[in-house]
C-alpha cells in the first residue's frame, strides 16, 4: 500500500509533459515535413503584417507568444512542444533508499531534429506578452535515431531546475525587459550544434529547437 502516493504523485508529473508533441508554426503550418533554417531566406516572416520583420523596439506592439528572432532581423514563432512519451526510473530503488536516490524519468520527443534549426550559437527569444521569464531555462536534448531524449531526477530538483534535469545538461538564461511588453532571453554562454528546450514557467512550458552544425 506505500507505493500508492509515490505512482499517484510519479503519474501526476509525467503527466504535466505528456500528450502528442505540439510543433511551432509560422502563419500556415509546413507539409513536407522538412527542416526550417531560420535563417534561409523568407522562412520567418510572416504574411499578414501584424508582427513586422526587423528589430523589437518600443515602437512596435508584440502580440502574446515565443519568438525567434535572428541577427537579420528574420522572426519565427515558436509553439509549445510537448512529450510524445515519458518513462518512469526504478521506483524500487527510489523506495528502498527511502527517497535518496531520487525519483528519476525520461521524456522522449518525436523526431530527431526539431522543424527549427538555428545557425546562431547564442540566439534570441522574445518572450511577449503574459509570459513571464523568470524561471527560463535552456537545456540540451540527447538524440536519438528518431528521437530526442531527456532525463529528470527529484533530486536534482531546485528553485532554478524544479523539473529536476541533470546539471549537465543546464544552460543559464540573461533576462531583459525590452519595454514593449515582452522580455529577451539569451543563453549566457554559446550553444554547441545539438537539440535544446527552452523551458519556461514553473511547470515548466518547453520549446524545441537545434542549432546547426557548422556549414548547414
Known sequence: MRTRPVLLLLGAGIALLGGNTCRWCFSKPKADGQTVFADAPGTAQRTDGSFPAGSLSPEVPAREGVFYQSGEGKRIELRKTQAAESKAGDIDKYLITAGLAGLGATYIYSGE????????????????????????????????????????????????????????????????????????????????????????????????????????
Open 113 to 216: 531534429h526539431a522543424d527549427l534549426q538555428i545557425k546562431e550559437k547564442k540566439p534570441t527569444f522574445y518572450l511577449c506578452g503574459s509570459i513571464e521569464g523568470k524561471d527560463a531555462i535552456i537545456v540540451q536534448l540527447t538524440r536519438k535515431k528518431d528521437s530526442r531524449t531527456v532525463q529528470t531526477n527529484s533530486g536534482e530538483a531546485s528553485s532554478d531546475n524544479r523539473m529536476g534535469y541533470r546539471r549537465s545538461d543546464l544552460f543559464r538564461v540573461s533576462l531583459s525587459d525590452e519595454s514593449n511588453g515582452c522580455f529577451s532571453a539569451k543563453p549566457d554562454l554559446e550553444l554547441k550544434p545539438g537539440e535544446y528546450l527552452l523551458g519556461i514557467g514553473s511547470s515548466p512550458s518547453t520549446y524545441d529547437f537545434g542549432i546547426a552544425e557548422e556549414g548547414n
